[in-house]
């Protein structure tokens, strides 16, 4: 059974620092991964999809990186702000005929000023 | 493109009330799913559809939750009756026939008091 595990749970920055929030699964049997971002009591927004065939994807200052055969990613955020304050949410779907998506409970991320 | 819309944002009813949210989905998108999603836990998967039919209702408490796609567009979940544990963030997501990359609405969030 593919289970997803985030650490830290929780993370607080100064603004500036580059920082690194890790994923991890199970299963390396994937289909691909996403990493979203939440605010609170908000809903979803997706932040970078990686397919299994692929090692990295990038936008502005994120990067994302997988590791399927030992079952890692890692979101790369440079020269952080306040705010990319939120809670940040990995989820992969498994390789097969079903698509669900299984999530990490997230790390929360403080940017202070 | 418009994103997912959802209403109302905020619910705050009594238990044993009952209550009805409202998804409209990215225009064109054949897949629509309702997830809940509770503090501190990442969204659990209640009902995926395909245009108006049911393709995984799995994991939705029957006895008291339903949820219909009558016209394959817009979506309603409807609690009834609510109890303490439901209090919840409800999030819509829609994704595009074939794909799995699913693109979330700003969520519901239901206390239940």
């Known amino acids: 059974k593919q289970e997803v595990t985030q650490i830290p749970a929780a993370l607080s920055v100064p603004e500036g620092e580059n920082l690194v929030l890790n994923c991890s699964f199970t299963?390396?049997?994937?289909?691909?991964l996403q990493w979203f971002r939440q605010d609170p009591g908000k809903g979803l927004t997706s932040l970078l999809l990686?397919?299994?065939s692929q090692r990295e994807q990038t936008s502005g200052r994120l990067n994302a990186s997988l590791d399927k055969s030992s079952g890692r990613s890692t979101l790369y955020i440079a020269a952080s702000q306040p705010g990319d304050s939120a809670t940040y949410l990995c989820?992969?779907?498994?390789?097969?005929?079903?698509?669900?998506?299984?999530w990490g409970l997230g790390t929360s991320l403080a940017v202070n000023p | 493109e418009a994103g997912v819309a959802q209403s109302p944002r905020y619910k705050i009813i009594e238990k044993r009330q009952s209550v009805a949210f409202w998804c409209n989905p990215i225009?064109?998108?054949?897949?629509l799913y309702w997830y809940q999603q509770i503090l501190g836990q990442g969204p659990k998967l209640l009902i995926q559809?395909?245009?108006?039919?049911?393709?995984?209702d799995s994991q939705l408490p029957k006895d008291r939750f339903s949820a219909e796609r009558l016209k394959g567009v817009d979506s309603t979940l409807k609690i009834q009756p609510a109890k303490l544990e439901d209090s919840a963030v409800y999030l819509c997501?829609?994704?595009?026939?074939?794909?799995?990359?699913?693109?979330f609405g700003p969520g519901t969030r239901l206390t239940v008091t």
């Open positions: 225009s064109g998108h054949a897949t």
């Open positions: 559809f395909q245009n108006n039919g049911v393709v995984d």
């Open positions: 997501a829609s994704s595009s026939q074939g794909a799995t990359e699913q693109y």
């Open positions: 990686i397919q299994s």
């Open positions: 299963d390396s049997a994937i289909y691909n």
């Open positions: 989820a992969v779907i498994n390789a097969g005929n079903n698509r669900k998506l299984i």
